[in-house]
């Protein structure tokens, strides 16, 4: 079986080792992932 993993608290210990910059960047990173999923999916064409 696996282990469950919390994510959060992983997430929290890597963000704890960075500068503030740092952490803005992966921030704005996130942002333009989501951003880019988001326009992604709305190409999705649509077959019935």
């Known amino acids: 079986m696996k282990t469950p993993v919390d994510y959060k608290?992983?997430?929290?210990?890597?963000l704890e080792e960075l500068?503030?910059?740092l952490i803005q960047e992966v921030v704005d990173f996130v942002e333009f992932l989501k951003e880019k999923k988001r326009k992604n999916l709305t190409r999705i064409p649509i077959c019935f």
Do not use: G, N
């Open 19 to 21: 500068s503030p910059e």
């Open 9 to 14: 608290e992983t997430i929290v210990k890597e």
